[in-house]
């Protein structure tokens, strides 16, 4: 089994920066993919970023690409979200995620998901 336990969220004014993290229980995640969604209410789970965890290749969303990071620390096992220039649109609960099939943009392609962490961008 794998747990992911996501940290970082906040409140934060337009055009500021938080960083999320991603702690996972699994000691290595070499032929894994790791993910960034977020869910606004009323909306349905969207894909942020993604990024091959033995190789590094990532993959972003058009609406976060250039201002948002996704990385990882191989020694702590965790991954993260930089998030620079934050938009109101950008408030939503985001939720870490890891396939273990594929890299892909689809939510239902992920088998393992943090409980989320609330980001709020206020204007």
């Known amino acids: 089994q794998v747990q992911l336990v996501e940290s970082g969220g906040g409140l934060v004014q337009a055009g500021g920066s938080l960083r999320l993290s991603c702690a996972a229980s699994k000691r290595t995640f070499s032929t894994f993919v790791m993910g960034w969604f977020r869910q606004a209410p009323g909306k349905e789970r969207d894909f942020v970023a993604a990024i091959k965890w033995m190789n590094g290749i990532t993959d972003y969303a058009e609406s976060v690409r250039g201002r948002f990071t996704i990385s990882r620390d191989h020694a702590e096992n965790t991954l993260y979200l930089q998030m620079n220039s934050l938009k109101p649109e950008d408030t939503a609960v985001y939720y870490c995620?890891?396939?273990?099939?594929?890299?892909?943009?689809?939510?239902?392609?992920?088998?393992?998901w943090g409980q989320g962490t609330q980001v709020t961008v206020s204007s």
């Open positions: 995620a890891a396939s273990s099939y594929a890299f892909t943009q689809r939510a239902s392609q992920y088998n393992y």
